[in-house]
């Protein structure tokens, strides 16, 4: 499982309030990602990390924002949040292995029910 | 543009081989994957093909890339109950230092009955 953890596991909050996930992880890997996971649209890339504090958007970053102070931490901040971020939310990190084109595994997922 | 398609859903009888569709658009992706997802798991890696193969055999697992009409399958030979789950494919697109970002598709049902 690449020591990938998020925390909380599940969380239902309500329209307006700040949320913040967290993804942890043990194995120094540089780059990072947050997905999101909603029906009939497969994951799609909201934010990645390079390195501390080198972060960039994804597909569908508006009404998100990561930060990333500490190699084995990236944050995900929902600053107000939408019933349309209801959703599934998947950390990833993508391995060392050039080999393997670096290729990406996946945290235990968060379930974000906003109200 | 940027997407992958797949069927939704399949239905197969335990013992079949069952075949998953995909479609991507992107010509450069050196890496396309296949995930699997269980209900309420994350996503796992089930096998992943380089551009310049056309095929890939793992176990029961195969995999045919057709470059030209940028269409990938995976097939699952003796499909057992525990192979239903939802399958994802996914290309790989450039991002930075040599890494990648996924693409995804929506993900194909696969429902294993007796």
């Known amino acids: 499982d690449a020591g990938i953890t998020q925390s909380p596991r599940h969380k239902v909050t309500e329209t307006g309030t700040p949320v913040t996930l967290r993804c942890h992880q043990t194995e120094n890997h540089r780059y990072m990602y947050w997905y999101r996971q909603d029906p009939g649209h497969g994951l799609r890339l909201i934010h990645y990390s390079y390195g501390v504090k080198d972060t960039d958007k994804g597909e569908v970053s508006d009404g998100y924002s990561v930060s990333r102070s500490k190699t084995e931490d990236f944050l995900l901040t929902l600053e107000s949040a939408t019933s349309s971020q209801t959703s599934v939310y998947f950390c990833?990190?993508?391995?060392?292995?050039?080999?393997?084109?670096?290729?990406?595994?996946f945290g235990p997922g968060t379930r974000l029910t906003v109200l | 543009g940027e997407d992958v398609e797949q069927s939704l859903f399949l239905s197969v009888r335990e013992g079949d081989s069952s075949v998953i569709n995909c479609t991507y658009t992107d010509s450069s992706s050196t890496y396309l994957y296949w995930y699997k997802q269980e209900p309420g798991a994350g996503l796992q890696l089930l096998t992943y093909i380089f551009s310049n193969m056309d095929m890939k055999q793992d176990q029961r697992l195969t995999v045919l890339l057709n470059k030209k009409d940028k269409h990938l399958s995976l097939r699952i030979a003796d499909t057992q109950t525990g192979d239903s789950a939802i399958y994802f494919c996914?290309?790989?697109?450039?991002?930075?230092?040599?890494?990648?970002?996924?693409?995804f598709g929506a993900g194909t049902r696969l429902a294993v009955h007796p």
């Open positions: 990833a990190i993508a391995s060392l292995d050039r080999a393997r084109n670096n290729e990406q595994f």
């Open positions: 996914a290309e790989t697109l450039p991002i930075s230092g040599g890494y990648n970002k996924l693409i």
